[in-house]
């Protein structure tokens, strides 16, 4: 906690120092960069110190611990704003930027990076591997841009030579989904030359010193920068930069971006190209002008995929239009060929920066974004600009560069220290001004229209003619000689450290800075000449030729004059300034401590100068007076009304004003906030966080209690529905069935007269209440048919359907087609010899045993257990069951009373085989005889059928078996069996029975188990 963090480290916020004024803030500046504690609030803006070491405060651990808190919360950090920057914009869905300034080698590069490190962290937490792609290419493309826009300048070894404006783009749930650079005036001069001690671009000394042999080979090119005039002069300079490793990370970078190999390949071919142009000489033969050596330009021609000659050619010559549109070659003199050789390798670099550039945002651009479905799509922006910089020799590019930073420093001054006051003032609110220096005059100073030196600079790029840099001095001299903020030797005559005709010096608000005005406005018009700009459309290879779209103009298409170097620039400031403006705002402050990058030396005076350039300390101030947070009324009250029990759901108070003041005053906030005529303002965060707190714990019983009441309208509407559905249904199920029944009615009317009763008429298909109907009418039809079979065929009747449900449809043949005689015996058709003699004993036994009917009569085959058949007559009455000697006028020899019979058993094939179970297990076995009636005539059923009936209407259960007719092949001692089958096994406790084509019946196995009888049969 910031508060924890002891008083020997001293304060963490400037806002808490006793008094307000320079010493102090030094001397508490000072303190915590000895202590380590590099970075200090003023509010919500942090103020870095670079530390110039590797400090213990960043990594996984660090990020956890500031993951999701509010500022005060922790110690100052990076950490801390992004989280504001990022909580922000999650919250509000408010687009926020983080502006990184200070000057070079204050540590903005650094900051940038560990705020873009802190932000990867902390979103995309479900993994998702399309926003983990999106983040890598956000990260990896800082290693390319380092290694193509940075270089080793006298004040910083890894000096932005760019301007970088990075924007995020993110979901409505927090987590990227894309992004875009970018970049402002590359400062593409340091390309053929380097200030004493400086070096090229990192790209060049990281391809010659970590490039393999065979790439260099290919390239046409050695490991030694000190053999390319453009290397020649950072070749020896000590760097803490590992041009080797960093040439590694950089072709990884490329790779995990998605550059392919080809277009890898053609950027250091370009580099390459650079390289080797640098070294192309020329020499003045006679009157015209040669290339020294035609092996570099042959080498240069084979690297850009375009024809040598053309290239020698685009060195020497220029192509001119005439006036009568006459189209003609000029020969170059040595200086212009060497102008143009430059110039040409500038503007490679550049393009190739450009391309690089707009590559790495194809590939983060936000693809198949859709509003509708995605939500709102938030930004945030981080911007690491070149800082403000002064040089003993000040260019065309340190002129841009300071006119950013006054840019940038206006744009500060306007969001927090002007609009701050002014917002106060509408507001009402009591507040003591406070004075701050205002830099528009510095900007007005470059930038307005007419009268500003860019204005200038242009004139006399477009005046027809021999303009030189110092005709231009003149002009400005003449304009500007008024101004407060600028001036030369020839406004200030006695001012020694200016030369006449060179210098001029803007007093800018970081400090005087003295221009060199040599080639200003060769660098402003960037003259390049169209021949270089063709022979690069013109090359085979395609990644180059897209680089120069414009050399497809022919010569004597007529171009408009393009924008100058310093106007472009300006409209790209403009620019970024207004998408910074419309965001909102969170700012870090970069301060060098020392000119040596001693990790422990404070430089005074240096520091000093910058926090009073940066205007550190009105910002102090304004904040001490001023208010941490401010809303409108209707926002505050939308946001928080939840924590106030006067003004939850809604108030009945006159003002939305009144119901703020009710959340305040119930809180105990009145000391630490104003009421503005349309805002509330808050003095300290911690209020504002308090109210936060509850609000978050109140969020999840509000959304629980709006989830019942929504749940329940939902249940109750689907209630209705359900009961609007069910009377719908409802009806339409009685029509169905009303239908149904008037189809019914149609086609059956008149089935009561027909000779089927309706039999054959076909059914509508019921609907699914009615599937029973119809059997019932099936009930019906049966009554019908039933009522009008005569009394005496009724027994015949009840015992075929007795037949017929016992067998269960598994018997194929059970002679339900015949009429079923029962006494067969006493049938003189059946038997017409002993007949009479049946009748007779039959009778006997009648007055005898009291039997009332003879339920079957028959002749049959009995088996016995020794494998015996004999023929035998079997008589079944409704008392006996008598087994009868046929061949002795019908002699009983067995009598067994009918209730003794607790089942009988059949086959399921053709035979007339029946076993008659007993309880003593005396079975019967029997196969029925078919008498002389019909040959074919099946006996079995009737007699089942018989039984059956019998029993049942005596209700007594008699058990049926059918048992499967199975085939199979067995074995005896006497011979091989092989035809059909085995019939009846278990019958007689432990017989199989098997009926064969050769024996007709067969017992065997008399003393087998009926399991071992199975067991034979399966075999
Ligand atoms: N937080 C830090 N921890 C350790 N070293 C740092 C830190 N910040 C800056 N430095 C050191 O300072 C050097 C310069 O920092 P950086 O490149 O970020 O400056 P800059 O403000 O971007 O300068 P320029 O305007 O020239 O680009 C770094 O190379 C590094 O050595
Ligand atoms: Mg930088």
């Known amino acids: 906690m910031a508060e924890l963090e002891g008083l020997e480290f001293g304060k963490s916020d400037f806002v808490l120092l006793d008094e307000v004024t320079m010493d102090q803030f030094m001397e508490n500046l000072k303190l915590r960069f000895q202590k380590g504690r590099i970075y200090t609030y003023i509010g919500e803006v942090v103020v870095s110190m670079n530390p110039y070491r590797q400090m213990d405060i960043f990594g996984k ?31 509000r869905a408010k687009d926020t930027c983080i502006v990184i300034s200070g000057e070079s080698g204050a540590g903005k590069t650094e900051a940038s990076k560990y705020i873009m490190q802190y932000i990867a962290a902390i979103t995309n937490p479900g993994q998702r591997v399309e926003v983990e792609s999106v983040k890598n290419v956000l990260l990896k493309s800082n290693c390319v841009l380092e290694a193509f826009g940075n270089a080793k300048t006298n004040r910083n070894d890894n000096s932005s030579r760019f301007g ?17 650079i970018n970049n402002y005036l590359l400062e593409k001069s340091r390309v053929v030359h380097q200030q004493q001690g400086e070096r ?97 330009v042959n080498q240069i021609a084979e690297l850009t995929a375009t024809d040598p000659d053309c290239v020698v050619k685009s060195l020497l010559y220029r192509t001119v239009a005439t006036g009568g549109g006459e189209v003609i070659e000029k020969g170059h003199t040595e200086q212009d060929a060497c102008f143009g050789r430059e110039a040409f390798a500038k503007a490679l670099y550049e393009r190739l920066f450009g391309w690089i550039v707009s590559r ?126 600028y001036t030369s030797r020839k406004l200030s005559p006695t001012d020694k450290t200016m030369d006449f005709q060179k210098h001029f010096r803007i007093r800018h608000y970081a400090g005087d800075v003295t221009y060199s005005v040599e080639g200003f406005l060769d660098k402003n018009k960037d003259l390049l000449f169209q021949d270089f700009k063709r ?31 310093a106007s472009l620039f300006k ?135 709006l989830q019942k009441i929504w749940r329940g309208a939902l249940a109750r509407l689907r209630c209705k529905r359900m009961r609007a559905i069910y009377t719908i249904m409802g009806c339409y199920k009685r029509y169905k069935v009303k239908a149904h029944f008037w189809e019914v009615e149609g086609r059956f009317a008149n089935v009561r007269t027909t000779a089927d009763y309706g039999r054959s008429v076909e059914w509508p298909a019921p609907p699914a209440a009615l599937t029973q109907f119809h059997q019932i009418t099936l009930m019906w039809w049966a009554r019908q048919v039933v009522k009008n079979i005569p009394p005496s065929d009724m027994p015949e009747v009840r015992a075929k359907v007795a037949a017929l449900t016992a067998l269960q449809g598994e018997r194929k043949h059970w002679g339900v087609g015949r009429a079923w005689e029962r006494d067969y015996l006493a049938n003189v058709r059946n038997c017409p010899q002993t ?47 008598y087994k009868l000697e046929p061949k002795k006028q019908y002699k009983i020899l067995k009598k067994l009373p009918l209730d003794v019979f607790t089942g009988l058993s059949t086959t399921s094939g053709v035979d007339q085989m029946l076993v008659l179970h007993t309880s003593n297990k005396d079975d019967i076995l029997l196969c029925l005889q078919r008498g002389e009636l019909c040959p074919n005539q099946d006996r079995v059923g009737e007699v089942v059928g018989a039984l059956v009936d019998y029993f049942t209407r005596s209700q007594t259960r008699l058990q049926h078996h059918i048992h499967k007719h199975t085939h199979l092949r067995t074995r005896t001692h006497h011979h091989t069996h092989t035809q059909t089958g085995v019939v009846l096994w278990g019958l007689l406790k432990s017989c199989v029975l098997i009926r064969c084509s050769c024996c007709t019946i067969r017992c065997c196995c008399c003393c087998l188990s009926s399991r071992s009888a199975a067991g034979i049969l399966k075999h």
Not at 71 to 80: G, K, R, T, V
Not at 213 to 236: C, I, K, W
Not at 417 to 427: A, P, T, V
Request: proline share 3%.
């Open 835 to 881: 007949s009479s003699d049946f009748i007779r004993v039959s009778k006997e036994l009648k007055n005898k045993d009291g039997f009332t009917q003879v339920v079957f009569s028959g002749l049959c085959r009995k088996v016995n257990r020794f494998n015996k058949s004999t023929d035998r007559a079997l008589l079944i009455t409704d008392k006996f069951v």
């Open 535 to 565: 022979l690069m459309y013109n090359s085979a290879n395609p990644v180059l030729k897209e680089m120069w779209p414009d050399g497809q103009l022919g010569i004597t298409e007529v171009t408009k004059r393009p924008l100058t170097a």
């Open 571 to 705: 409209n790209s400031i403009v620019a970024l300034v207004d998408k910074l403006a419309c965001k909102e705002p969170y700012y870090v402050r970069c301060i060098k401590p020392n000119e040596v990058k001693s990790p422990v030396l404070f430089d005074d005076a240096r520091c000093q100068h910058q926090v009073a350039y940066l205007g550190l300390l009105e910002n102090v101030m304004v904040r001490r007076a001023g208010f941490a947070y401010r809303q409108l009324y209707s926002r505050f009250l939308q946001r928080y009304k939840m924590t106030c029990e006067y003004t939850w759901p809604n108030h009945l108070m006159a003002s939305d004003r009144d119901a703020v003041e009710a959340i305040i005053r119930q809180h105990g906030f009145q000391d630490d906030v104003a009421f503005g005529h349309t805002k509330l303002f808050v003095r300290t965060p911690r209020s504002l966080f308090t109210l936060e707190q509850e609000r978050a714990a109140l969020i999840p019983i509000l959304v629980l209690f």
């Open 61 to 91: 651990e660090t990020i956890e611990a500031y993951r999701g808190r509010e500022l005060y919360e922790n110690p100052p950090h990076l950490y801390a704003v992004s989280d504001a920057a990022y909580k922000a914009m999650k919250r």
């Open 200 to 296: 090229n671009f990192h790209s060049f000394y990281q391809l010659l010193r970590g490039g393999s042999e065979e790439m260099l080979q290919s390239l046409h090119l050695q490991g030694d920068p000190a053999l390319y005039v453009f290397t020649r002069e950072g070749a020896g300079a000590a760097t803490s930069y590992n041009d080797r490793s960093n040439h590694k990370a950089v072709m990884s970078a490329l790779d995990v971006i998605g550059f392919s190999n080809q277009e890898i390949t053609s950027i250091y071919q370009i580099l390459a190209s650079i390289l080797l142009l640098g070294n192309v000489q020329f020499e003045v033969d006679g009157e015209s002008v040669q290339v020294v050596e035609d092996g570099v």
């Open 360 to 485: 790495i945002n194809s590939v983060i651009e936000v693809k198949n974004y859709n509003p509708v479905l995605h939500g709102k799509n938030t930004v945030i922006g981080v911007l690491d600009i070149y800082g403000f910089e002064i040089f003993d020799n000040n260019s065309f590019e340190q002129f841009c560069i300071n006119y950013c930073n006054e840019k940038l420093q206006q744009l500060f001054i306007e969001l927090i220290l002007q609009q701050e006051q002014s917002e106060y003032q509408r507001e009402g609110i009591t507040w003591q001004h406070i004075d701050y220096f205002n830099n528009q005059i510095i900007v007005d100073l470059v930038e307005q229209p007419h009268k500003g030196i860019i204005s200038i600079l242009d004139e006399a790029c477009l005046t027809v003619g021999k303009v030189t840099d110092t005709v231009c001095l003149e002009s400005m001299n003449t304009k500007l000689a008024q101004h407060p903020h």
């Open 164 to 180: 970088k404006y990075m924007d995020i783009n993110f979901n409505f749930n927090g987590d990227p989904t894309g992004g875009h």
